[in-house]
């Protein structure tokens, strides 16, 4: 009950947008292209065709997940949550970016 209660008040504890932030960053990496539409293919739109995919929405999410995945880690305390939540949305993104390189030839 103890380690509970000192996570409930960390300084990256649920209270705070340490926290919170990277649990609705997830939908990034989750979310269908259709239900969010500033999300571009994201791990269910895997399986589309590649012909769907827009390079120049997949190319600008792989540079906004890199520029949040330095500040997860400059911010002070640092933000592992948020670093491994775009970490795996960059993952995703440079693989729908090889899937649509490849089906152009």
Not at 39 to 67: F, H, R
Not at 76 to 105: D, F, I
Request: glycine residues 6%; contains cysteine.
């Amino acid at each position: 009950m103890a380690a509970f209660k000192a996570f409930l008040n960390s300084p990256v504890g649920p209270k705070t947008t340490h926290f919170w932030g990277p649990v609705a960053n997830w939908g990034f990496v989750a979310a269908p292209k259709n239900y969010n539409w500033w999300l571009q293919q994201g791990l269910v739109d895997t399986q589309k065709p590649p012909e769907m995919i827009s390079s120049n929405m997949t190319a600008a999410m792989c540079v906004y997940s890199g520029l949040f995945m330095r500040f997860a880690w400059m911010v002070q305390p640092r933000n592992y949550l948020l670093l491994v939540c775009h970490a795996s949305n960059e993952t995703v993104q440079l693989y729908q970016l090889s899937r649509w390189a490849k089906a152009q030839g």
